[in-house]
């Protein structure tokens, strides 16, 4: 479950970062062309719109997570049982339903 948790994390935080250049740049523009407000009105819908996909994304996973592990055993994970059973459930047996 963990791994899944990361990936998800690491991938929302790397398109993040990838975007801010551009980002501050058409917000640098648009404030020397169009005044204050318009910047602050892009920079705010920017912002509203990458939140709403945030939490859309952990849910998501949210559900995934319930679909996959509810009940201690994993059903539909991909990944080979040796790559994530001790990570998982360090202590338990890991039965996988096929």
């Known amino acids: 479950m963990y791994p899944l948790i990361v990936e998800t994390r690491y991938k929302l935080e790397s ?3 990838a975007a801010m250049p551009a980002v501050d740049a058409e ?3 648009l404030y020397l062309e169009e005044g204050e407000e318009t910047a602050r009105d892009y920079l705010t819908g920017y912002c509203v719109a990458n939140a709403n996909n945030v939490v859309a994304e952990w849910w998501d996973l949210a559900d995934e997570l319930v679909t996959n592990f509810d009940d ?3 059903s539909g994970w991909p990944k080979p049982a040796e790559e994530w059973s001790n990570a ?4 338990e047996e890991v039965i996988i339903i096929e």
């Open 88 to 91: 998982c459930f360090p202590s």
């Open 27 to 29: 917000a640098h523009r």
């Open 15 to 17: 398109a993040e970062a």
């Open 72 to 74: 201690g055993l994993v």
